[in-house]
């Protein structure tokens, strides 16, 4: 719950940008340049006099919009690839993991960089580099748990009334599946905002002089000395963020084994009745 409070509290921040903080965050002001928190500055400014807390606030929806988009794009390919080749098995299975294999063999860095060397920098482009990284995760769950689903009494039941495969993939299986899958969109996200702050620390997503944490990092190591609150507040958005979804990753996955187990247990003393 305190995870979910505190990405409660970020997103809206990142909604309410325009109305909690009072400078544009491309205001340059030569005037205020390096001066450190206070009131009129929560974060203090940077190298051109702008707020850095309204910077920081404006960048976070740069991040949070791409944990999100990056879940949604590699979800809705991993998923489908996974559960087509988990239930198809044989030569489909093997193409789709042989696939995933090549995605996974690249360092998700160097992948991503590869992607943008290609499409060329931006936001877009980034959400989609870090999606195609992704994507294994995603299918390689979906996989799994279709393997362990498919040859399940409700599935079996399912296929001898007639059942086609799509119906069973999707409306039988997945359902069943998504406990595992919704532990890994938490962890994706995090991911997710951890490699694009990367990509923007390269200079490989969002451009100057739009906001973004990894690219207040990148230039605040220039200033490590002179205005050390420079980096040092969107580095604890980062870690903020990063530490809330692993946390929340960490409780769901209790959530839904405490349910399993609770399941399993109200089954039992019938199995033993009937036996």
């Known amino acids: 719950m305190a995870a979910l ?7 809206a921040l990142a909604a309410a940008a325009p109305v909690v903080s009072r400078y544009d965050p491309l205001l340059q002001d030569r005037a205020s340049r390096f001066e450190p928190p206070s009131l009129r500055h929560l974060f203090g400014t940077d190298e051109f006099g702008r707020d850095i807390w309204s910077r920081v606030i404006h ?6 919009l791409t944990g999100a988009a990056v879940v949604v794009v590699a979800g809705t390919v991993g998923i489908p690839l996974g559960l087509l080749g988990g239930y198809a098995g044989g030569w489909t299975d093997a193409v789709v993991m042989r696939f995933l294999d090549f995605l996974l063999a690249v360092p998700a860095i160097l992948l ?3 992607v943008i060397a290609v499409l060329g920098p931006g936001v877009l482009n980034a959400v989609l580099a ?21 040859e399940r009494e409700f599935v079996l039941a399912g296929r001898a009334m007639g059942a086609g495969p799509a119906y069973l993939m999707f409306r039988t299986i997945l359902p069943n599946a998504l406990s595992p899958l919704l532990v890994q ?9 951890l490699l694009e702050a990367a990509l923007s620390f390269l200079g490989l997503s969002t451009r100057p002089p739009e906001p973004s944490w990894g690219s207040m990092l990148n230039t605040g190591r220039s200033f490590l000395y002179q205005a050390p609150w420079y980096g040092l507040f969107p580095g604890i958005m980062i870690t903020l963020a990063v530490l809330a979804l692993n946390g929340l990753a960490d409780g769901l996955q209790r959530v839904f084994a405490g349910a399993a187990a609770g399941a399993g247990a109200t089954r039992a003393p019938a199995g033993a009745r009937g036996g």
């Open 59 to 64: 960048g976070a929806r740069v991040s949070l």
């Open 112 to 114: 991503a960089m590869a």
């Open 130 to 150: 870090v999606a195609i990284v992704s994507i294994p995760a995603f299918a390689r769950i979906a996989r799994a748990s279709t393997l362990a689903l498919k």
């Open 5 to 11: 409070l505190v990405l409660v509290g970020l997103a």
């Open 185 to 193: 969109a938490t962890v994706a996200a995090a991911y997710a905002i």
